[in-house]
């Protein structure tokens, strides 16, 4: 019997805002939505960005009036909108107008020149036609015969300047005691401690029912921390003459965010991991948790990624690679001399690269025993994450076969477990959809090619990237969460950044949606092509289709005592719900507690026991060779 990978919990945030209980996803279908839902979607948001606070029952704005929930919709609402998904890069990331640079400058002169500086500015070796005279113990005199060179400070407009960040007013720093953290590595914390307060089932009481070594955690970011608190930080350290410090180059690497949430956010001792694959690293994390409880190897697995490359550094990167989406082309193709930023992602459409965002997204995955057990909510069910490479490659950015062989794997895969009828009548697509026009044509290809193959017609296709950007690791993290809110809402969110599909585009047997439509669904595929040849999709079943699935696991009585526990279970997610759209997100951020001593080891021949979990870890082990020795 093979163990079904379940979606218990997630969380994260990106420029819609807060992923758990589809607030995020909420954001991108906004007008589609009925009032009171409308009015909740609002409210977390005017609560994250800090337009209002919680007191007493009443929401405060900054004017320290006292506003209702309507009040708050009413006041808010536009502000909201024009400050939250993709927009013009706001200055509290930098300034791009006025990005900094250094400008190289060679003075000739005909004459002597001089000048005094402090003896600790004198540079090494002191260039041959520089005569030095000490004036006093820290100064010194300097007459230069000919010419010199310089570094000028200077400052530039930058190319790009849309990106998908978070909501303004909104700073993960100010969460929790987060000093000297990347960005990135802010948002793991906040990511992860969303996702596990949304399961409504403490983690020590879920620990109290696995072996501690059955917890698993996969995270990574695709690029590192590359702020000032990270790799960009200590590589650029000398040449803004300054040095790096004893917690960048490690803070810095992509496996921190997996790193981070072991120590400060579940304490764990289970296994630990961070693949990465370009843009597909959210996926490559996923199987890793979804293929080890399959097999049984782990119980519970928290699955994610974080980044925040919203840098002019990195981005201009990509806009090196002509792969980002600069002011100009956007203009050029709208026929303006203006820039619409809200619509600088456009997929499957006229576009003109992509755009950069920044997301942090986990998701706690169970097996369905534990689950059961446990009363938890169920969101969803991973049960297969495929994985394939392009062959030889001419260029290594560009797309190739790969694609081609995980969307064929994954379409198969559903219809073996739900039947071709499910797949072909109630299933869509969560593309990649990245905005260049080299992946609008190749992605509706390889979509258009499998709905031949499988007899699908008029298959629906998204793409979130229309709304929160790209963020390079997490990207399909983004489409998860985005995906458990079609299912749980019933509304698949039209690209609406696009007007009209590319004439370029294969869609004979697609239904590019570029409004909103209202359609259950049971069956999703998320499709990632990430540079390199990364390519994985994977296949998502709904809860609806889960619950059917659970009936003819478990008896009648199972399901009943399961059914009682988890209304429980909902009532203690909803009260994190109501508190985190009141602005308390109760991060989890254990910074030196709850650390285990030596003392706390014990080992005999049968287990490790430790004395803060309340199982062992099983040293029992059988020979999987005995047919060899």
Same mark, same amino acid.
């Given at each position: 019997?093979?163990?079904? =990978? ?6 994260? @945030? ?10 995020? @996803? ?21 609560? &994250? ?73 004198? $540079?090494? =070796?002191? =260039? ?16 230069? %015969? ?38 990135? +590595?802010?948002?793991?914390?906040? *990511? !992860? ?25 996969? !995270? ?18 000398? &040449? ?36 990465? %694959? ?9 199987? +890793? ?19 925040? $490359? ?14 980002? *989406? ?6 050029? &193709?709208? %026929? ?46 991973? #049960? ?16 190739? !076969? ?33 905005? #260049? ?55 698949? =969110? ?34 990632? /092509? ?12 709904? $809860? ?5 699935? +659970? ?8 399901? !009943?005592? @399961?059914?009682?526990? &988890?209304? /429980? ?22 910074? %030196? ?30 020979? $999987? ?5």
């Amino acid at each position: 019997m093979t163990n079904l =990978p379940v979606i218990v919990g997630f969380g994260g @945030y990106n420029a819609a805002g807060r992923s758990s209980f589809h607030h995020a @996803y909420r954001r991108t279908v906004l007008e589609s939505l009925n009032n009171d839902k409308q009015q909740s979607t609002v409210i977390s948001l005017a609560s &994250l960005m800090k337009l209002v606070r919680f007191e007493n029952g009443v929401y405060i704005d900054r004017d320290e009036n006292t506003l209702s929930a309507d009040q708050v919709v009413e006041k808010f609402q536009s502000t909201i909108e024009q400050n939250t998904l993709i927009r013009r890069i706001h200055k509290a990331h930098f300034d791009v107008d006025k990005v900094p640079s250094t400008q190289d400058m060679r003075l000739e002169s005909d004459h002597l020149s001089e000048f005094t500086i402090a003896r600790r500015e004198l $540079p090494n =070796p002191i =260039p041959a036609n520089w005569q030095v005279e000490t004036l006093d113990d820290k100064s010194v005199k300097v007459v230069i %015969g000919g010419g010199v060179s310089l570094k000028m400070e200077s400052f530039r407009e930058f190319d790009v300047q849309s990106a998908g960040i978070l909501p303004t007013g909104f700073n993960p720093a100010d969460e929790y005691n987060s000093r000297f953290h990347p960005k990135g +590595l802010q948002l793991a914390i906040i *990511g !992860a401690s969303d996702a596990i307060n949304s399961m409504g089932i403490s983690w020590e009481d879920m620990m109290s029912k696995v072996n501690p070594d059955e917890v698993a955690v996969f !995270a990574s970011s695709g690029l590192g921390q590359t702020d000032d608190y990270g790799v960009g930080g200590y590589m650029q350290a000398r &040449l803004k003459s300054s040095r790096p410090t004893s917690k960048q180059m490690a803070l810095g690497l992509n496996s921190m965010p997996a790193d981070f949430i072991n120590a400060y956010v579940c304490g764990s001792v289970g296994t630990t991991g961070a693949t990465t %694959g370009a843009c597909a690293s959210f996926l490559y994390n996923l199987r +890793l948790g979804v293929d080890d409880i399959k097999s049984g190897r782990h119980r519970v697995a928290i699955c994610g990624c974080s980044e925040a $490359p919203v840098t002019p550094e990195v981005m201009e990167g990509f806009a090196a690679m002509s792969a980002l *989406g600069t002011d100009d082309r956007l203009a050029k &193709l709208d %026929g303006t001399s203006s820039t619409d930023h809200r619509r600088a992602s456009r997929p499957f459409g006229e576009n003109a690269g992509f755009t950069m965002g920044e997301s942090s997204q986990y998701f706690i995955l169970m097996d369905d025993a534990l689950a059961v057990e446990l009363g938890a909510d169920i969101y969803g069910a991973v #049960t297969d994450v495929f994985v394939n490479a392009d062959g030889y490659k001419k260029s290594i950015s560009s797309p190739g !076969a790969g694609n081609y062989v995980t969307v064929a794997k994954a379409v198969a895969s559903a219809i073996s477990i739900v039947g071709a009828e499910t797949v072909q009548k109630n299933s869509f697509i969560q593309a990649h959809g990245s905005s #260049t026009p080299q992946n609008r044509i190749t992605e509706s290809m390889i979509f258009d090619k499998v709905a031949t193959a499988f007899d699908i017609n008029d298959w629906p296709v998204t793409a979130v990237k229309a709304f929160v950007a790209h963020p390079l690791g997490p990207a399909s993290g983004d489409q998860l969460a985005n995906t458990l809110g079609v299912f749980a809402d019933g509304i698949i =969110p039209g690209i609406k950044t696009t007007y009209k599909v590319a004439e370029d585009v294969l869609d004979e047997r697609l239904d590019i949606l570029l409004k909103d439509k209202e359609v259950k669904m049971d069956v999703a595929f998320l499709n990632s /092509k990430g540079f390199g040849g990364n390519n994985s999709t994977a296949t998502v079943l709904s $809860p609806d289709i889960v619950n059917k699935m +659970l009936a003819k696991r478990y008896s009648k009585d199972e399901l !009943a005592d @399961y059914s009682a526990k &988890l209304e /429980k279970v909902r009532v203690k997610a909803a009260d994190y719900d109501r508190k985190a759209n009141q602005g308390d997100l109760n991060i989890l951020y254990n910074f %030196g507690t709850g650390i285990i001593e030596d003392h706390e080891i014990l080992i005999d021949k049968e287990s490790v026991q430790i004395d803060r979990f309340e199982n062992n870890i099983s040293l029992k082990f059988t020979n $999987p060779y005995a047919d060899m020795v």
